[in-house]
């Protein structure tokens, strides 16, 4: 696998139309998060756009608190400065623009199928190929500013033994393809920056609507102290996930660190 550098993202960025994105992306080799080291330019007024894209880190965060933990150079790990006009409800809109842009994104340089998994996992053949991390800042109503960052599992191989073998994959494990990640970054960026002109549009969730496979199934959400069993029904323009419980009644539950299990609809 072939480490990235500052000169090989700068020519993957210089051949598509990556808008703002490609306009001040900044490779670290090791850092403790991409989200962190992100902060910290937001915090000092860095414009819009700018990327913190690198090859390890060393204190990676999922989601629930979870560690995100990859050998160096097996994935393409980044994170996204937003400064957007957005209500503050709507903030989850940059995470259904960066997870259609991953999408998108990995099917066209692996060319495989990618299926969204709501609230922030993308998923291959019912593995989790990627996660997507947000946290934002607000003064008094309006988003200050907002970082999304973004994991894609691109070179990892779960053997047999491996505990991650039977619910994590990869898109040489899925596709049988070596992806180069500074090509990837610059498709997933090009595609990022078609979804950010929709970030105000309808289109943007009637299309994460159709690509998510929490729709229409049976589910188990844990939210808090809180566990909810219903249908998945829809989602909402504020990526809240509307659920029918067995009794009918309807409950619409936030994204924040909600986590999903499906059962199989029985009560």
Known sequence: ??????????????????????????????????????RKLAEHHTPEGTLVITDEQTAGRGRHGRKWLAPAGSSLLMSVVFRPSLPVEQVNRLV???????AEGCEAAAGIGVDIKWPNDLQTGGKKLAGILSESTVIGELLEWVIVGIGINVHQVYDKGDPLAATATSLKM???KDIDRAELLGIVL???????RQIAEPVLLITLAERCVTIGRWIQVTSGSNVYR???????????????????????IAAGEAKTTEYDGQA
């Open 1 to 38: 696998m072939q480490r990235l550098s500052q000169p090989r993202i700068r020519d993957a960025l210089s051949r598509v139309d990556a808008g703002i994105f490609g306009l001040n992306a900044q490779y670290y080799p090791c850092v403790r998060s991409s989200n962190d080291a992100a």
């Open 96 to 102: 259904m623009a960066c997870g259609l842009a991953v």
């Open 174 to 176: 899925a596709s049988g």
């Open 190 to 196: 090009e595609k990022l920056n078609y979804w950010y």
């Open 230 to 252: 219903g249908l998945a029904e829809s989602i909402l323009e504020t990526g809240e996930l509307v659920l029918r419980t067995g009794a009918g009644e309807l409950l619409t």
